[in-house]
């Protein structure tokens, strides 16, 4: 049975950091894409970021670009993201989610979250101004 688990989410300030981490028992991660989405109160889910298998191609959203970081660790199964210069409207829930397909090499689309098989329950993120 898969179990995707995200952790590190918390109160920060404006300006501050955070960062999420997330782990998957009974997949293997590095035949995976991985990628971490946010919804907020009333809002659709959107697609943050997201990271190859071996790590080599990546992509941020637009709101997040230059601020977050996100990155794998392989061998511990783990994968992160780094949120820096956290603004108020980054206040969201967090989710981690792989998929078995390629799709962020690729150009982005936000249908492209159907492809995510594997979801976690997801972490709060709450900054405050």
């Known amino acids: 049975q898969v179990q995707v688990v995200e952790s590190g989410g918390g109160s920060a300030q404006a300006g501050g950091s955070l960062r999420l981490s997330c782990t998957a028992a009974?997949?293997?991660?590095?035949?995976?894409?991985m990628g971490w989405f946010r919804q907020a109160p009333g809002k659709e889910r959107e697609e943050v970021s997201c990271?190859?298998?071996?790590?080599?191609?990546?992509y941020y959203a637009d709101s997040v670009k230059g601020r977050f970081t996100i990155s794998r660790d392989n061998a511990k199964n783990t994968l992160y993201l780094q949120m820096n210069s956290l603004k108020p409207e980054d206040t969201a829930m967090y989710y981690c989610?792989?998929?078995?397909?390629?799709?962020?090499?690729?150009?982005?689309?936000?249908?492209?979250?159907?492809?995510?098989?594997?979801w976690g329950q997801g972490t709060q993120v709450t900054v405050s101004s």
């Open positions: 989610a792989a998929t078995p397909y390629d799709v962020c090499s690729g150009s982005f689309s936000p249908r492209r979250q159907i492809y995510f098989a594997y």
């Open positions: 990271i190859s298998r071996a790590g080599s191609s990546t």
């Open positions: 009974g997949l293997t991660l590095d035949a995976y894409t």
